[in-house]
């Protein structure tokens, strides 16, 4: 079946550290890929996307490239902030009208 | 103001009690969600509506009873609360069925 792993949290950094969020998939056909944060307290939202093979997904510094060959989206960020402390959702949608299926999240803790 | 909205924020009850939580959304979106989210963060879709008609309906029990009066709310009611129904329940809408999902800030559910 469809489904994204994610490796294993929490990540604990500190500030100006390099980020990397592995996430591999399973899925039938060509999925869309995503990126969702969620802040302490708060419901998810949208980081990044990519809907297609090669596609880089970018937004506040992080990136994840779509790799079909190795079925992989990775998130990236050079430099992180103590305000990046959140949990990171990788998540794909394989065909329209169904749910995105997530991962099981990682928390990051970014300290001073 | 909020885009979706979703209450209580927090919910504690007895176990064998029926409870309800609603959701509103002001996106003018025609798909809304709920999904579970339990304690290791791991978030998982119940439900799915589209244009008040139910499109996804994952392994649930039927103590889980979501209704939709019109497109902009959909409201999840628990018959019989058990210990195992404490998680947080986010409801989330999007435009289109697969794209961009926005979520509540969640209903934290503890069952004593």
């Known amino acids: 079946g469809n489904s994204v792993t994610q490796m294993e949290g929490p990540v604990t950094l500190s500030e100006e550290a390099f980020l990397t969020i592995n996430c591999t998939y399973t899925a039938t056909g060509y999925p869309s890929l995503f990126w969702y944060v969620q802040y302490p307290g708060e419901g998810l939202q949208l980081l990044l996307k990519a809907t297609k093979a090669d596609d880089k997904g970018s937004n506040k510094g992080f990136e994840a490239t779509y790799r079909k060959e190795t079925t992989s989206f990775h998130l990236e960020k050079g430099s992180v902030q103590v305000s990046d402390s959140a949990v990171y959702f990788c998540?794909?949608?394989?065909?329209?009208?169904?749910?995105?299926?997530f991962g099981k999240g990682t928390t990051l803790s970014v300290s001073s | 103001d909020t885009a979706v909205s979703q209450t209580p924020k927090y919910l504690v009850t007895q176990m064998g009690n029926d409870k309800s939580i609603k959701c509103e959304q002001n996106l003018g979106h025609d798909t809304m969600y709920w999904y579970k989210q339990d304690s290791k963060k791991f978030l998982k879709i119940m439900f799915s509506?589209?244009?008040?008609?139910?499109?996804i309906n994952e392994t649930v029990p039927n103590r889980f009873s979501p209704k939709s009066p019109d497109k902009a709310h959909l409201n999840l009611h628990i018959n019989s609360l058990e210990l195992g129904d404490s998680a947080v329940y986010f409801c989330?809408?999007?435009?289109?069925?697969?794209?961009?999902?926005?979520f509540g800030s969640g209903t934290q559910l503890s069952v004593l």
């Open positions: 509506y589209n244009n008040k008609e139910l499109i």
């Open positions: 998540a794909l949608n394989w065909q329209a009208g169904t749910a995105l299926i």
């Open positions: 989330a809408s999007s435009r289109d069925g697969h794209e961009k999902l926005f």
